[in-house]
């Protein structure tokens, strides 16, 4: 985690960025909420504490999937 958004180490290896500009809702909230995620499948990643759930395709393209849930 930084100042600018939180890193994700899938199965694969392969290192994804998830910018608070792009997925706001992970700002502000608490670390062990942010570091309790689970890869339910390859590439699908969710976040329990949080009610978050995301793809791999949408944390490396978030502009191909303009909607976004309001921060609270």
């Given at each position: 985690m930084s100042s600018h958004g939180l890193w994700v180490l899938p199965r694969s290896g392969k290192e994804l960025f998830l910018s608070y500009a792009d997925f706001p809702?992970?700002?502000?909230?608490?670390?062990?909420?942010?570091?309790?995620?689970?890869?339910?499948?390859?590439?699908?990643?969710y976040w329990p504490d949080l009610d978050i759930d995301l793809s791999e395709k949408i944390i490396e393209s978030p502009a191909d999937y303009p909607l976004q849930a309001k921060a609270k």
């Amino acid at each position: 985690m930084s100042s600018h958004g939180l890193w994700v180490l899938p199965r694969s290896g392969k290192e994804l960025f998830l910018s608070y500009a792009d997925f706001p809702w992970f700002k502000d909230q608490p670390v062990s909420a942010i570091i309790n995620v689970e890869e339910l499948a390859d590439g699908h990643f969710y976040w329990p504490d949080l009610d978050i759930d995301l793809s791999e395709k949408i944390i490396e393209s978030p502009a191909d999937y303009p909607l976004q849930a309001k921060a609270k």
